[in-house]
């Protein structure tokens, strides 16, 4: 399993972009073989299958990358070999000092490779004269320009279906924890049970960090596309509402820390403990009613009147317990404040 992850991706490529790769490498090649006729035009055809990018954007910025590393490959190649002659070692050298170069301009490391393979590739073809350089410079911004063209006319890619998707478990998972919490808090527990209560109100970490990547991907996406418009309000959508949600993450696994550090087994006969664990209830309600912005046919049918309205009432705990009451009436404020803003 370690040896094929190296090679193998966990999903596959959407057959789409493989399909527009094609397009764009064969369109490539039969254009710049007929502007500029003469050598195979190799140069156009990998510039062409490069740029085409899971995004608009993306594509631009590898066309971007693409360019400057060839021309300042060629530019290399075509200097040593008019120096220096064409051998082998002089390629050797072009490459060397292809990277060299790279190195000191501190480009990334793709743009770094690309200049190296581009010396290299202008020098074992074995042509090196001034007008074969620009005849290779031109045939990349040829093939970089129609992988842009067809990635972004030939449906362009729109990730916001992942942004939901994501989202979407966010809001049932944190729903699902407070829902559990409240249980707990009108029942007794046991150490195991505490523990796994912990365990699973953990997992709203990594899932809001997903959501927040799922969406950053989704508005990366749209840059420069053309479908765009009719994407953009979605997505400032599910962005409002992960910051809505993900205050709230903090507060329910803070809640779930302090219950677990206070816990005792008369916990549950507190009149006000009882209160919190309804009005959480009502949270977990409103947290679901929420997160329809995500999703659209939600299966588990939601009053769509916000719960969290009636007035918590608070009567003098043990003293054992106000601190633990304290810190909980205080997460439900501030968890009320952030469903209730709007």
Same mark, same amino acid.
């Given at each position: 399993?370690?040896?094929?992850?190296?090679?193998?991706?966990?999903?596959?490529?959407?057959?789409?972009?493989?399909?527009?790769?094609?397009?764009?490498?064969?369109?490539? @090649? +039969?254009?710049? #073989?007929?502007?500029?006729?003469?050598?195979?035009?190799?140069?156009?055809?990998?510039?062409?299958? &490069?740029?085409?990018?899971?995004?608009?954007?993306?594509?631009? $910025?590898?066309?971007?990358?693409?360019?400057?590393?060839?021309?300042?490959?060629?530019?290399?190649?075509?200097?040593?070999?008019?120096?220096?002659? +064409?051998?082998? @070692?002089?390629?050797?050298?072009?490459?060397? !000092?292809?990277?060299?170069?790279? @190195?000191?301009?501190?480009?990334?490391?793709?743009?770094?490779?690309?200049?190296?393979?581009?010396?290299?590739?202008? +020098?074992?073809? $074995?042509?090196?004269?001034?007008?074969?350089?620009?005849? /290779?410079?031109?045939?990349?911004?040829?093939?970089?320009?129609?992988?842009?063209?067809?990635?972004?006319?030939?449906?362009?890619?729109?990730?916001?279906?992942?942004?939901?998707?994501?989202?979407?478990?966010?809001?049932?998972?944190?729903?699902?924890?407070?829902?559990?919490?409240?249980?707990?808090?009108?029942?007794?527990?046991?150490? *195991?049970?505490?523990?796994?209560?912990?365990?699973?109100?953990?997992?709203? /970490?990594?899932?809001?960090? *997903?959501?927040? !990547?799922?969406?950053?991907? $989704?508005?990366?996406?749209?840059?420069?596309?053309? /479908?765009?418009?009719? =994407?953009?309000?979605?997505?400032?959508? &599910?962005?409002?509402? +992960?910051?809505?949600? $993900?205050?709230?993450?903090?507060? !329910?696994? #803070?809640?779930?820390?302090?219950?677990?550090?206070?816990?005792?087994?008369?916990?549950?006969?507190?009149?006000?403990? %009882?209160?919190?664990?309804?009005?959480? %209830?009502?949270?977990?309600?409103?947290? /679901?009613?929420?997160?329809?912005?995500?999703?659209?046919?939600?299966?588990?049918?939601?009053?769509?009147?916000?719960?969290?309205?009636?007035?918590?009432?608070?009567?003098?705990?043990?003293?054992? =317990? @106000?601190?633990?009451?304290?810190?909980?009436?205080?997460?439900?404020?501030?968890?009320?404040?952030?469903?209730?803003?709007?």
């Amino acid at each position: 399993m370690g040896i094929t992850s190296t090679f193998r991706a966990t999903k596959r490529v959407p057959i789409l972009q493989v399909l527009k790769s094609a397009v764009a490498t064969i369109a490539a @090649w +039969l254009v710049a #073989g007929w502007l500029i006729p003469g050598p195979l035009p190799v140069f156009a055809a990998i510039a062409a299958l &490069l740029v085409v990018q899971p995004s608009v954007n993306q594509s631009l $910025g590898k066309a971007v990358e693409r360019s400057i590393g060839v021309i300042l490959g060629v530019l290399v190649a075509t200097a040593i070999s008019l120096a220096l002659g +064409l051998s082998m @070692w002089i390629i050797l050298l072009a490459i060397v !000092v292809a990277m060299l170069i790279a @190195w000191a301009l501190k480009m990334t490391p793709a743009t770094a490779n690309q200049v190296a393979i581009s010396a290299m590739l202008v +020098l074992a073809l $074995g042509a090196s004269s001034p007008e074969y350089a620009v005849d /290779r410079v031109l045939e990349t911004l040829i093939g970089a320009a129609i992988g842009i063209v067809v990635n972004a006319l030939i449906v362009p890619p729109v990730a916001v279906a992942p942004a939901r998707e994501q989202l979407a478990r966010l809001g049932g998972e944190l729903a699902a924890s407070v829902d559990r919490l409240a249980d707990a808090l009108e029942h007794r527990r046991s150490a *195991a049970e505490l523990g796994a209560l912990m365990i699973e109100v953990r997992l709203l /970490r990594p899932m809001r960090d *997903a959501a927040d !990547v799922a969406i950053d991907d $989704g508005e990366e996406s749209l840059t420069l596309n053309p /479908r765009r418009s009719a =994407h953009r309000e979605e997505l400032v959508r &599910l962005r409002d509402l +992960l910051g809505r949600l $993900g205050p709230i993450v903090t507060q !329910v696994i #803070g809640m779930t820390r302090a219950f677990a550090d206070h816990y005792d087994d008369a916990l549950h006969e507190e009149p006000t403990v %009882r209160a919190i664990a309804e009005q959480l %209830r009502r949270v977990a309600h409103d947290v /679901r009613l929420a997160a329809r912005v995500a999703e659209p046919e939600p299966e588990a049918p939601t009053a769509a009147t916000p719960a969290l309205t009636s007035a918590l009432v608070v009567s003098p705990p043990r003293s054992g =317990h @106000w601190i633990l009451v304290g810190s909980l009436m205080e997460d439900l404020r501030r968890i009320r404040e952030e469903l209730v803003a709007e």
